[in-house]
């Protein structure tokens, strides 16, 4: 087979109710602008006390493409191991990592990450993160919100038609709250030339703590000093779904990042500083988006004094 341009890796644990819709939101049928050989998509399931069934690739994928491998890896408190796994086992030009496999992704992110490759030699292409549910999930679950009422949210609108509804059902995430136009802190949609990840030597498989701890933070903050330059895909994005993530549905009192950072700092000799470069910007702004690009405007002229 040709190589395809992208290997989307996408780690799952304990998602049994999350990842089907995740996977429909990376297939042929769903992703547009793209011809489905051009991608693969490499499914992790980390150790799942409820494995993740195999036949959900045949329920999406079939031999039009994308190409997809369903990898199982030992239980571990952190998924980076999962992830080199993975990458070592991926074929295409480009890798990008979804760290958490709870995030449901929007039409167009194989297709403008594709051309963000075409059009420039060694960059790294983000996603901005959105969480389901009026707030942030740390805030919405303390005022009710839980999977039985992010089921009904889903069914409200017709994602699987137009995945740009779930822009109408949505709040952005806290690392991307200060939008598209500047930096993040993280991506669950990372994606740079295998070539650059392998110098960057993957995911430092140092972080240990639960969920990898700060390690899509430390590979986003790596990649953008030896990648260039860091485009940022407009009007589109992915989505978290309830799923009792360590640091997304806990309440913020409860948050671990003191021992997240801990970690970082011990493995860095630093703290953790984000990046600071000004993103370009590649992608179409779909209508549902457009109160989030409103915020971004507002918090680009924040940012500037302006």
Same mark, same amino acid.
């Given at each position: 087979?040709?190589?395809?341009?992208?290997?989307?890796?996408?780690?799952?644990?304990?998602?049994?109710?999350?990842?089907?819709?995740?996977?429909?939101? =990376?297939?042929?049928?769903?992703?547009?602008?793209? @011809?489905?050989?051009?991608?693969?998509? +490499? #499914?992790?399931? *980390? &150790? $799942?006390?409820?494995?993740?069934?195999?036949?959900?690739?045949?329920?999406?994928?079939?031999?039009?493409?994308?190409?997809?491998?369903?990898?199982?890896?030992?239980?571990?408190?952190?998924?980076?191991?999962?992830?080199?796994?993975?990458?070592?086992?991926?074929?295409?030009?480009?890798?990008?990592?979804?760290?958490?496999?709870?995030?449901?992704?929007?039409?167009?992110?194989?297709?403008?990450?594709?051309?963000?490759?075409?059009?420039?030699?060694?960059?790294?292409?983000?996603?901005?993160?959105?969480?389901?549910?009026?707030?942030?999930?740390?805030?919405?679950?303390?005022?009710?919100?839980?999977?039985?009422?992010?089921?009904? =949210?889903?069914?409200?609108?017709?994602?699987?038609? @137009?995945?740009?509804?779930?822009?109408? +059902? #949505?709040?952005? *995430? &806290? $690392?991307?709250?200060?939008?598209?136009?500047?930096?993040?802190?993280?991506?669950?949609?990372?994606?740079?030339?295998?070539?650059?990840?392998?110098?960057?030597?993957?995911?430092?498989?140092?972080?240990?703590?639960?969920?990898?701890?700060?390690?899509?933070?430390?590979?986003?903050?790596?990649?953008?000093?030896?990648?260039?330059?860091?485009?940022?895909?407009?009007?589109?994005?992915?989505?978290?779904?309830?799923?009792?993530?360590?640091?997304?549905?806990?309440?913020?009192?409860?948050?671990?990042?003191?021992?997240?950072?801990?970690?970082?700092?011990?493995?860095?000799?630093?703290?953790?500083?984000?990046?600071?470069?000004?993103? =370009?910007?590649?992608?179409?702004?779909?209508?549902?988006?457009?109160?989030?690009?409103?915020?971004?405007?507002?918090? *680009?002229?924040?940012?500037?004094?302006?």
């Amino acid at each position: 087979m040709t190589r395809p341009g992208l290997s989307v890796i996408v780690v799952f644990r304990d998602m049994a109710r999350e990842a089907p819709r995740t996977l429909f939101t =990376l297939s042929g049928a769903y992703q547009r602008g793209v @011809d489905p050989s051009a991608y693969e998509v +490499i #499914a992790v399931d *980390a &150790g $799942s006390a409820l494995p993740i069934d195999a036949a959900l690739g045949a329920a999406f994928f079939d031999a039009r493409g994308p190409r997809f491998t369903l990898l199982r890896t030992p239980p571990s408190p952190s998924p980076c191991a999962a992830i080199n796994e993975a990458v070592r086992h991926s074929t295409g030009a480009a890798v990008m990592v979804c760290i958490d496999g709870a995030r449901m992704l929007t039409p167009g992110v194989v297709r403008f990450t594709l051309d963000a490759f075409r059009a420039w030699d060694d960059p790294l292409v983000a996603t901005l993160a959105w969480h389901l549910g009026p707030k942030i999930q740390n805030e919405s679950m303390l005022e009710g919100y839980d999977q039985a009422v992010e089921d009904r =949210l889903l069914e409200s609108v017709d994602w699987r038609a @137009d995945g740009y509804e779930l822009f109408r +059902i #949505a709040a952005f *995430a &806290g $690392s991307s709250r200060r939008g598209w136009f500047l930096p993040l802190s993280e991506s669950n949609g990372v994606a740079v030339r295998r070539e650059t990840f392998d110098r960057l030597g993957g995911f430092d498989e140092g972080f240990q703590t639960a969920g990898g701890g700060l390690v899509n933070l430390d590979f986003h903050r790596r990649a953008c000093d030896a990648a260039g330059p860091v485009v940022h895909l407009l009007g589109e994005g992915t989505f978290h779904q309830f799923h009792g993530g360590v640091a997304t549905n806990v309440p913020a009192a409860l948050h671990p990042f003191p021992i997240f950072h801990e970690e970082y700092v011990r493995l860095r000799g630093e703290p953790l500083t984000p990046p600071t470069a000004l993103p =370009l910007l590649l992608g179409a702004m779909p209508p549902q988006a457009l109160p989030f690009l409103e915020r971004s405007i507002a918090e *680009a002229r924040a940012a500037s004094g302006a």
